[in-house]
């Protein structure tokens, strides 16, 4: 899925706070046989003017998730990943295919009840989601008090799964018929689905923002290590707030653009290692700079740090050349003609030189000219070739094909 690893779960752990819902959903009640919504869910397709009126918000159950993922993924179901069980809610832009219809499709709560609540708790929304950034696909989460007027509390815009908390105690104000709208916008786009929703009053208030962080904001020549599996990786730290309620867990977030922090994780660990990218142009990059935050995370919400910056090392780390080189191989050998790359982005192969038993080449193949991981030699003469394989690292591997 995901250019980063790690579970993006946040973790929602009970604390002797008072707690009342008034609004919880598993859709377990819906027909995922034929997409029906539990009683008292609505869904409609806002874009009356070019929009298509039969792309709505279904139940759906099943462990995958849809494109762009392959078959067999198990994604929806990955405690690690969104988390969810049995039946949920989703809209699949690319499901409704190339169309030219514009979506704005509305997935709509039935009235909760927020005239008790008690004075002093908050209004938080919980729910599990997922959504994977595309460019022109976002999600509103809207409040209304009365179901005819709406506010926007939050946008969601960047690839996010797992758990999810907002505090929306002054969208609701004391409504005895507030309402939830979650709002898909985009146009054959990717999907976003949701489960476990729940809208609860919850006297416990959002933690203070994490302090501390390290790297330092600023700072330069941040080393990027490699794992003993092979993995880059970058080692983050920060401590919880000495002051107001406690964090019950924290989010990582970053990214190469402080406007568009499109990398996560839920879940994350102060002192540890953010692992992302095991090749060369894959992952955190050498002499790059990134962006990044904490969310401290309670059942009340979220409280984020301000953004910072770190600058990483010149050079991307030995180890990472030398394991790319030592992935690489050539398959099936002996071979009567197409001949398989393996265990190396095509993108690192700087050029390819097949040389006969008498010294002399009698094949090239050029980086512009790699666009397959196959490559044929057919029309070569039966007998045993050498291969000199050359990254755009500098480093080379000659491996030995014999042709039938």
């Not at 494109?67 to 994604?75: R, S």
């Not at 992952?283 to 990134?290: E, F, H, I, L, R």
């Not at 002996?334 to 393996?342: F, L, Q, R, Y």
Request: hydrophobic share 35%; proline share 3%; glycine share 8%.
């Amino acid at each position: 899925m995901a250019k980063f690893y790690t579970p993006l779960l946040a973790l929602f752990i009970c604390t002797n706070f008072y707690s009342q819902t008034v609004l919880s959903e598993d859709f377990e009640t819906g027909n995922p046989t034929n997409g029906t919504l539990p009683s008292g869910w609505t869904t409609v397709q806002e874009n009356t003017t070019t929009g298509n009126s039969s792309e709505i918000w279904i139940v759906k159950s099943g462990a995958d998730a849809p494109v762009p993922f392959a078959a067999g993924n198990g994604y929806m179901y990955d405690t690690t990943i969104a988390g969810f069980t049995g039946n949920y809610a989703i809209f699949d832009s690319d499901a409704y295919g190339d169309n030219n219809t514009p979506e704005q499709a509305a997935l709509i709560s039935p009235a909760f009840d927020c005239s008790s609540k008690p004075a002093g708790a908050n209004v938080v929304l919980n729910m599990k989601h997922f959504i994977y950034a595309l460019t022109g696909q976002s999600v509103q989460l809207q409040i209304s008090q009365d179901g005819a007027n709406y506010t926007t509390v939050a946008t969601i815009a960047n690839t996010s799964y797992g758990s999810y908390s907002l505090n929306i105690t002054d969208a609701v104000g004391s409504s005895s018929t507030a309402y939830l709208k979650i709002l898909y916008i985009g146009n054959w786009s990717y999907f976003y689905a949701v489960d476990d929703i729940s809208i609860s009053f919850i006297t416990q208030n959002v933690p203070n923002a994490a302090e501390n962080l390290n790297p330092v904001d600023g700072a330069t020549d941040v080393p990027i290590n490699v794992s003993t599996t092979g993995a880059k990786q970058i080692l983050f730290d920060w401590q919880a707030a000495n002051t107001g309620d406690s964090a019950t867990s924290f989010n990582w977030y970053g990214g190469t653009s402080a406007d568009n922090l499109d990398l996560s994780v839920t879940g994350a660990n102060a002192g540890n290692y953010i692992n992302w990218g095991t090749t060369i142009i894959s992952g955190w990059q050498a002499n790059t700079t990134y962006y990044w935050r904490i969310g401290s995370i309670n059942s009340a919400g979220e409280t984020l740090t301000d953004i910072q910056s770190f600058t990483t090392v010149n050079n991307d780390p030995l180890s990472i050349d030398e394991l790319l080189i030592k992935n690489l191989e050539l398959y099936p050998n002996p071979t009567e003609g197409i001949i398989s790359v393996d265990g190396i982005d095509l993108n690192e192969i700087d050029e390819i030189e097949v040389i006969n038993q008498l010294g002399q080449k009698v094949k090239k193949y050029e980086s512009e000219n790699l666009t397959s991981y196959s490559l044929d030699i057919s029309e070569l003469e039966k007998g045993l070739y050498y291969f000199k394989i050359k990254t755009k690292s500098n480093l080379t591997k000659n491996l030995k094909i014999l042709k039938k």
